[in-house]
């Protein structure tokens, strides 16, 4: 019998916890606009919004935050599994532009200079 594939989806290599959070917002965003993406799967993420607004909706003593994780969660988990890469790797692509942006705009780095000058008044009226 062969082992089946196992699915494990990686959202990114060392980009620290907010860039972390930040590319799965923009990753739920993007599979929640997929038209090939369930619509019963799209009820998570809204129903954990919704949760977050009405916490008193849940029986016992649940955590909101824990809550809107294991939504979240389970959704990129649940969408098929070319769909999110597809859509990881369009969000990667422009994670690296962005990178290779702002180390070209550092101070001290070479750039482009704009020169110009700043003028005060209106020198029509003179």
Same mark, same amino acid.
């Given at each position: ?19 972390? @959070?930040? $590319?799965?917002?923009? #990753?739920?965003?993007? /599979?929640?606009?997929?038209?090939? %993406?369930?619509?019963? +799967?799209?009820? =998570? ?22 809550? @809107?994780? $294991?939504?979240?969660? #389970?959704?990129?988990? /649940?969408?098929?599994?070319?769909? %999110?890469?597809?859509? +990881?790797?369009? =969000? ?35």
């Amino acid at each position: 019998m062969p082992d089946k594939p196992t699915r494990k989806i990686v959202l990114s290599q060392g980009g620290g916890f907010f860039n972390d @959070i930040s $590319l799965r917002i923009k #990753l739920i965003l993007r /599979l929640m606009a997929d038209s090939r %993406v369930n619509p019963l +799967l799209k009820v =998570l993420p809204v129903g954990s919004l919704v949760y977050f607004v009405f916490p008193d909706l849940a029986l016992g003593p649940f955590d909101d935050a824990a809550i @809107i994780w $294991l939504a979240t969660y #389970l959704f990129v988990e /649940l969408c098929p599994p070319g769909v %999110v890469q597809e859509h +990881l790797e369009a =969000l990667n692509a422009t994670r690296k532009v962005m990178d290779s942006y702002q180390e070209t705009s550092q101070p001290g780095q070479p750039g482009e200079i704009i020169d110009g000058e700043i003028v005060e008044g209106d020198e029509e009226g003179k």
